[in-house]
C-alpha cells in the first residue's frame, strides 16, 4: 500500500471516529504534524507501534483494527536479527489456536505466550509458524533458541548461556558481557528497550528457566513451548495456549499434503483406520504419512494393516532418521520422579478409558492423597490429562508407552498385581454403589476380600452411588474384558457383574452385544468358580435377559425354562420366575407374565426378602392391569407402595405409582391419575431413568386428554417426546401420532 493510500485509509478512519486530527493526537500519542504528513501521503508506510497506537486511538474494534494494521507493512531495520528456523513447508491445521494467538494483542506490554501440550503434538511447529506469520511485525528482528529442557541427552541449556549468545547477537562484545545470570538479564533488557523484538523460546524445562529470558520492553513478543505447564509465567501475565492432538479433519488434510490428495481420497476407510490408530498424534501422523510416502506403490489399506497388528505397542512408529513417538515420550517420562514414573507406569495397566484418584491409589498401592500429588506431576508434563474434575486419562499411543515401560520396569509379576487392586478397587466400589442404590433382592454375595493397598470409594447417598455406576460402567466393563484375557480371575468377573447388573441398572443392559459378552463372560466364570456355583441361576438369568433384549426370544425363555428347579434356593427360583414374567410380559403374554410374577412373590415371601416381596407385588399389580383385573391390580399395587416407600427403593416405587395411576385412569378416576403419574414422575426425576419418565408422561398426557385438558395433555405428550428423541426410541412415532392428532 502506498503512503497515499494509507493517508487516505487514516482520514477516513477518524472521519469514521468523527475525531479531529487534535483529538486523535491526544488519543494516540501521535504528534498532529505526523498525522497530518500521513494524511496527506507524505509518509510511505508507518511504523508498526505508530500504526497501533493510532488504531487504539481510534478506538477501533475487530475485524476493522486487523484490517487497519494490515495496511502496514514493517521495514525490517539495518541489523535486524533473523534467527528463526524456516517455517514448515507443508503447515496444516491449528485455524483455532492461531485465531486465538492472532487476534489477542497487547501492543503496550510484552507479550508473553506459552504454547504447551503432550510430546508430539506439534508445539514448536505451531510456535515457527505463528512466528513467520507476524515476524514483519517486529522490524528489530527475531531471536530463537532450543533451550532443550527435554532433550534426548538431558542437557537443559543454562539461561545465562541462552543470554550470552542473545546479548552477543544484539551487538554486545564479549568482554562487556556481565559473568552472572541476573546481570545478563539486566543487560538483556536494557538493550532491548525501545525495540520491537520476536523471541520463540522452544523447549522450556520450567518456568525458572524462562523467567531471566523474557524482555520488559513494550512492543515484544515472546513465544514459549514446553511439556511442562508453566504456571509460574504467570505473574509475567503469559497467557497459555494448551494444544491437543490434531482433529480427524486436520489430520486428514496433513496426510493429503503429504502423500497427495488422490492417494488419500482413493482409500477413505483406510485413511480412517490410519488415523485413529495414530491418535491424531501429530508426530505419529508424519511418521506413518513418511513411511507411506517413500512407499508409493504399497495400498493404504497395507499400511493400515500394518500399523493394526502392532498389536497396542509403539513398535509400528519407529523411525530410524528422526523423532518417533516412543522417542519423544522418553524424553517426558525421563524428567519425571522416580515415585511419579512409577505411577505413570502403572497406569498403562489400566484399561481405560480414563481413572480416578481411587483407581490411581489402588494400582500404586499407594494412599489417595500421595498419588493425588504424583498425577498432577504427570499433569503438568502432558503425560496425561485431567479431562474432567477427578478424572484422568492418558493419549492411547501414551498408555502403549506406560504399558511398555511398566512391562520393562515393573514385571509381569507386578503388572498383575496392581492390576489385582485395580480389579478390587472396582469390585468393592461397586459393591459399595449396589448396597445404596438397590437393597438386595437376590442371594446377597461377600465380594472376594480386597489386596493390601486397595482403595475403594464410599458414597453418602444414592445419587452419589448412581452418579459414580454412571461413570465407571465403561472401566468395568474393559476391565473384567482384560480379566478374562489374563485368566485367573474368575471370582472378579463374575462379583464384577453381580454388583453392577441391578445398581447399574439400564446402562447394562443399553449396549447389544457388548452387554451379552459381558454377562457370558461372568455365567461362564461363575461355573468354573467353587466359591460361585451356587450363585450360577441368577447369572445365567442375565444372559437370558440380554438375549430377550436383543430379540432371541426363544432362546431366552429357554435358557430360564433350564433353571427352573422347586428344590432350588427361594432367592434364586424367585429371580428366575420374575425374569421369565417380565419376558413374557415384553412378548405380550401378560397371562403367563402374571402367573410366573405371583411364583416369584410367593418364593420371596418364603425366603422374608421384604424388598424383593416389595418388587413383585408391584409386578403382580401391573401385569393384572394389563389384563384387566383392576380390582385385584389395585389392591397388590397399593401393598407394593406402602412396601417400597418404606424400604427406600425409589425407582421401584416410581414405577408402581405409575402402575396406580394407570389402573385409576382405566377405572375412570382420571383426576386421581394425574396424582399418581405426578407422584410417579416426581420419583423417577431422581433416578436418571429417562425412558421410564417419558413411559409416565405418555400416561398422564392420557389422563388430562380423558379429562379434556388438551394443553396439558400436549404438553405431557411433549415432555415425553423430548426425552424418547435422543434415544431414539420407537415409541416416539406413538407420541408424535398423539400430538398430531
Known amino acids: 500500500m502506498t503512503g497515499r493510500e494509507f493517508g487516505s485509509l487514516l482520514r477516513q478512519a477518524r472521519t469514521d471516529a468523527r475525531l479531529t486530527v487534535e483529538e486523535l493526537s491526544e488519543a494516540s500519542g501521535v504528534s498532529v504534524r505526523a498525522i497530518g504528513d500521513m494524511e496527506r501521503g507524505k509518509v510511505a508506510s508507518p511504523q508498526r507501534r505508530t500504526a497501533e497506537a493510532l488504531a487504539d486511538g481510534l478506538r477501533l474494534a475487530e475485524p476493522e483494527r486487523t484490517a487497519f494494521l494490515a495496511a502496514v507493512k514493517s521495514r525490517p531495520r539495518a541489523g535486524a536479527l533473523a534467527q528463526l528456523p524456516a517455517d514448515l513447508a507443508a503447515f496444516t491445521g491449528r485455524e483455532a489456536e492461531l485465531g486465538q494467538a492472532l487476534g489477542e494483542r497487547r501492543p503496550r506490554t510484552a507479550e508473553v505466550w506459552t504454547i504447551v501440550g503432550m510430546a508430539g503434538v506439534g508445539k514448536s511447529t505451531l510456535a515457527l509458524h505463528w512466528a513467520h506469520r507476524v515476524a514483519d511485525r517486529y522490524p528489530d528482528g527475531q531471536l530463537w533458541v532450543d533451550l532443550?529442557?527435554?532433550?534426548?541427552?538431558?542437557?537443559?541449556?543454562?539461561?545465562?548461556?541462552?543470554?550470552?549468545?542473545?546479548?552477543?547477537?544484539?551487538?554486545?562484545?564479549?568482554?562487556?558481557?556481565?559473568?552472572?545470570?541476573?546481570?545478563?538479564?539486566?543487560l538483556f533488557r536494557s538493550k532491548l528497550a525501545g525495540r520491537q523484538i520476536l523471541l520463540v523460546l522452544d523447549n522450556a524445562r520450567d518456568s525458572e528457566q524462562v523467567r531471566p529470558l523474557l524482555p520488559a520492553a513494550?512492543?515484544?513478543?515472546?513465544?514459549?513451548?514446553?511439556?511442562?505447564?508453566?504456571?509460574?509465567?504467570?505473574?509475567?501475565?503469559?497467557?497459555?495456549?494448551?494444544?491437543?492432538?490434531?482433529?480427524?479433519?486436520?489430520?486428514?488434510?496433513?496426510?493429503?499434503?503429504?502423500?497427495?490428495?488422490?492417494?488419500?481420497?482413493?482409500?477413505?476407510?483406510?485413511?480412517?483406520?490410519?488415523?485413529?490408530?495414530?491418535?491424531?498424534?501429530?508426530?505419529?501422523?508424519?511418521?506413518?504419512?513418511?513411511?507411506?510416502a517413500a512407499r508409493p506403490a504399497f495400498a493404504l489399506a497395507d499400511i493400515a494393516a500394518e500399523l493394526g497388528a502392532a498389536d497396542g505397542t509403539l513398535d509400528a512408529f519407529q523411525a530410524a532418521d528422526a523423532a518417533d513417538p516412543r522417542t519423544a515420550f522418553s524424553w517426558s517420562y525421563r524428567a519425571l520422579t522416580p515415585e511419579a514414573a512409577r505411577l505413570f507406569r502403572l497406569l498403562g495397566v489400566h484399561p481405560g478409558p480414563d481413572v480416578t484418584l481411587a483407581a490411581a491409589a489402588s494400582l500404586a498401592g499407594l494412599p489417595a492423597r500421595q498419588v493425588r500429588s504424583l498425577l498432577l506431576e504427570c499433569t503438568a508434563a502432558h503425560l496425561v490429562v485431567e479431562h474432567a474434575p477427578g478424572r484422568w486419562r492418558l493419549h492411547d499411543l501414551l498408555r502403549a508407552?506406560?504399558?511398555?515401560?511398566?512391562?520393562?520396569?515393573?514385571?509381569?509379576?507386578?503388572?498383575?498385581?496392581?492390576?489385582?487392586?485395580?480389579?478390587?478397587?472396582l469390585l468393592h466400589s461397586a459393591h459399595a454403589a449396589d448396597q445404596v442404590i438397590n437393597p438386595v433382592v437376590s442371594t446377597p454375595i461377600e465380594p472376594v476380600a480386597a489386596q493390601p493397598g486397595t482403595v475403594a470409594d464410599?458414597?453418602?447417598?444414592?445419587?452419589?452411588?448412581?452418579?459414580?455406576?454412571?461413570?465407571?460402567?465403561?472401566?468395568?466393563?474393559?476391565?473384567?474384558?482384560?480379566?478374562?484375557?489374563?485368566?485367573?480371575?474368575?471370582?472378579?468377573?463374575?462379583?464384577?457383574?453381580?454388583?453392577?447388573?441391578?445398581?447399574?441398572s439400564g446402562h447394562v443392559w443399553s449396549l447389544g452385544r457388548e452387554s451379552l459378552a459381558?454377562?457370558?463372560?461372568?455365567?461362564?466364570?461363575?461355573?468354573?468358580?467353587?466359591?460361585?456355583?451356587?450363585?450360577?441361576?441368577?447369572?445365567?438369568?442375565?444372559v437370558a435377559v440380554q438375549e430377550q433384549q436383543m430379540g432371541r426370544s426363544d432362546q431366552a425363555k429357554a435358557r430360564l425354562l433350564d433353571l427352573l428347579d422347586p428344590a432350588g434356593p427361594a432367592l434364586d427360583q424367585a429371580r428366575v420366575h420374575h425374569d421369565l414374567g417380565w419376558l413374557h410380559g415384553q412378548l405380550g403374554e401378560h397371562d403367563a407374565a402374571l402367573g410366573h410374577a405371583c411364583q416369584a412373590l410367593d418364593r420371596y415371601r418364603e425366603a422374608g426378602n421384604l424388598p424383593g416381596e416389595a418388587r413383585e407385588l408391584a409386578s403382580v399389580a401391573w401385569y393384572a392391569a394389563l389384563l384387566g383385573r383392576y380390582d385385584e391390580a389395585l389392591a397388590s399395587c397399593e401393598q407394593a407402595i406402602e412396601l417400597l416407600a418404606v424400604q427406600n427403593m425409589t425407582a421401584a416405587e416410581a414405577s408402581a405409582w405409575d402402575t396406580l395411576g394407570y389402573i385409576q385412569h382405566h377405572q375412570g378416576e382420571h383426576g386421581r391419575a394425574v396424582t399418581s403419574f405426578g407422584r410417579s414422575l416426581e420419583l423417577y426425576r431422581h433416578t436418571g431413568r429417562p425412558k421410564l419418565e417419558a413411559e409416565v408422561l405418555d400416561h398422564l398426557g392420557d389422563a388430562h386428554h380423558a379429562l379434556g385438558e388438551a394443553e396439558a395433555a400436549a404438553a405431557a405428550w411433549r415432555?415425553?417426546?423430548?426425552?424418547?428423541?435422543?434415544?431414539?426410541?420407537?415409541d416416539a412415532a406413538k407420541l408424535r401420532a398423539k400430538l398430531g392428532g
Open 401 to 425: 508407552y506406560a504399558a511398555e515401560l511398566a512391562d520393562e520396569h515393573d514385571g509381569p509379576a507386578g503388572c498383575r498385581q496392581a492390576f489385582h487392586r485395580l480389579l478390587d478397587h
Open 518 to 542: 459381558f454377562l457370558t463372560r461372568a455365567a461362564e466364570a461363575v461355573r468354573r468358580d467353587p466359591a460361585g456355583v451356587r450363585h450360577a441361576a441368577a447369572v445365567v438369568n442375565w
Open 719 to 730: 415432555q415425553a417426546l423430548g426425552l424418547l428423541v435422543p434415544l431414539d426410541h420407537a
Open 458 to 504: 464410599t458414597f453418602a447417598d444414592r445419587e452419589e452411588a448412581a452418579a459414580w455406576a454412571a461413570r465407571e460402567l465403561p472401566v468395568v466393563w474393559a476391565a473384567q474384558r482384560q480379566a478374562a484375557v489374563l485368566g485367573g480371575f474368575d471370582t472378579h468377573l463374575w462379583q464384577l457383574a453381580w454388583t453392577t447388573v441391578d445398581a447399574f
Open 148 to 186: 532443550r529442557g527435554f532433550d534426548r541427552g538431558g542437557q537443559v541449556a543454562d539461561p545465562g548461556q541462552v543470554l550470552g549468545g542473545f546479548l552477543r547477537a544484539l551487538g554486545v562484545t564479549e568482554s562487556r558481557v556481565p559473568a552472572g545470570t541476573d546481570e545478563r538479564a539486566a
Open 218 to 292: 513494550a512492543g515484544c513478543l515472546t513465544i514459549v513451548t514446553s511439556r511442562n505447564q508453566l504456571h509460574g509465567l504467570a505473574a509475567h501475565g503469559a497467557r497459555s495456549l494448551p494444544l491437543d492432538v490434531w482433529t480427524p479433519a486436520e489430520a486428514e488434510q496433513a496426510l493429503a499434503l503429504r502423500l497427495g490428495a488422490p492417494r488419500v481420497a482413493a482409500e477413505p476407510k483406510a485413511v480412517a483406520r490410519i488415523l485413529e490408530l495414530c491418535g491424531y498424534l501429530p508426530l505419529a501422523v508424519a511418521v506413518v504419512g513418511a513411511r507411506a
